[in-house]
């Protein structure tokens, strides 16, 4: 049996194998099944992510988002506390610094949306399976970050929504208590929705 480590580097090492003509057209192709998705279409507030260690690059996607005047937020490390999440709107021609991980982030001029305040919330994971489990990189940002919704399971609102190339799609993951399970999963190939 593959451990959740094993797994995690051998999706990566393969998301990291793609060739830069790959990722451009599986980011066109994850486009396009996610924005004719009925819930993608109503969002006025998505969090989105930024692309790092060969994550599928959604900038074309934040460029339809505010051509569509939709608000886009992007997560930020909190500066202190436990490991959460703060989302920060992101405006054309803004200023982003790095974060600990490398990951360019908004400077925190501006209080944070409150995530139930957000409509999606598309996700990056390294694997996930048919009934929603996420495999993140293992620091438990965005479940602690969105733990409210399994205390709230009829909450319809942020739907979190993984974001993945189809061959990160796995047969089964072991569900943990404290794991927020996915509304929806879009790939290259589709969108799987999870709650009909």
């Keep these: ?7 995690r580097e051998q999706l990566r090492s393969r998301r990291r194998a793609l060739s830069a003509r790959e990722r451009v057209q599986a980011a066109a192709r994850l486009q396009h099944h996610l924005t004719r998705w009925p819930p993608f279409r ?5 969090a989105v992510y930024l692309p790092n260690d060969g994550e599928p690059d959604l900038r074309s996607l934040i460029r339809n988002c505010w051509a569509q005047r939709k608000q886009v937020y992007l997560p930020v490390l909190r500066p202190f ?12 021609g803004q200023r982003l610094l790095p974060n600990r991980f490398g990951i360019p982030e908004p400077w925190p001029r501006e209080r944070p949306v409150p995530p139930r305040r957000l409509d999606l919330v598309l996700t990056p994971l390294v694997g996930f399976d048919a009934r929603g489990n996420r495999l993140g990189m293992g620091g438990g940002f965005y479940d602690r970050s969105f733990a409210f919704l399994n205390r709230h399971p009829g909450w319809c609102r942020p739907r979190l929504v993984g974001i993945a190339h189809a061959f990160q799609q796995v047969p089964e993951l072991p569900a943990s208590r404290w794991d927020v399970p996915l509304a929806a999963v879009a790939t290259d190939r589709g969108l799987l929705d999870l709650r009909g």
């Design 81 to 92: 506390g436990p490991p959460l999440l703060w989302f920060l709107e992101y405006r054309p």
């Design 42 to 46: 109503r969002a006025r507030r998505l």
């Design 1 to 7: 049996m593959t451990s959740r480590k094993q797994l």
